[in-house]
């Protein structure tokens, strides 16, 4: 049975499925909207979690952590990134072009068929990052188009991405804001709002339902990538790719890495992994 990678207890508001349950509560995610834009919101509709948009059947479709549109009918996505993740084949990192793409989904779904253009919603991409993608220390990073050759010039498309470090240290930020990313690094409660999000969590992981319900997405993952795997090496697929996993995964046992943390480098099922430590020990 595929192992749960970390355990339901110690999940934390970094991780995906807990951030998700947290901005279900409609007065913690609208607080932290009005906190990160420092702009008031009348009412949001109630978050709508973990939507999948798929436009077309052979097109990569997204799976949005959550989306919430206000009064005015803005849209906003906000996404909890805690890992600064590369493609290994190409060495880039993806999360430049991930808000591109989720951008352009957001576009797509918004709009009804023969519906004109000018009624595309205002939208705010949110990504909430626990690391420095620039390396600048900011706070924040709120980008906008702007034209090159006169600076002053915004593209009024109305779509906004903002990328959050909780490891800043430069710029302007709410004491809401600032407790929000102590909250995330060091899970440290130094606020009236952090203590709401941890009242929020410690009620999540009371309920049994909740527990189940992470349960069964462990599991789906986990066969999920077992099914790509196995499907891989009946085709031959990228066997030379897959070898490097198998040298890959030696060395990090050989490192003593736990099981669940080399799964969630390399994408490996459980299973595997644990075939290769069972032939290591063999030897």
Known sequence: MAMLSPKFDDLTIGHDFLFKKVMRNPRICKHLLEEVLQAPIAEISYPEIEKTIDVFYDSRGVRLDV?????????????????????PQTGQHVLPKRTRYYQAMLDVDALQKGQNFDLLPTTYIIFICAFDFFGESNYTYTFKKRCLETPKLEFPDETTINLLNT????????????????YVNQHAVTSDFTKQIDKEIFHIKSDQKARLEYMSLETYVQDNRYEAYAEGEAKGLAKGELQEKFAAVKRMLALGKSLQDIMLITDLPMNKIQELQAEMQAV
């Open 67 to 87: 989306i919430v549109a206000d009064e005015k009918h803005t849209h906003y996505n906000l996404e909890m990134q805690v890992k600064n993740t590369t493609n």
């Open 167 to 182: 490891t800043g240290t430069h710029g302007s930020i709410s004491p809401d804001i600032k407790s929000f990313f102590e």
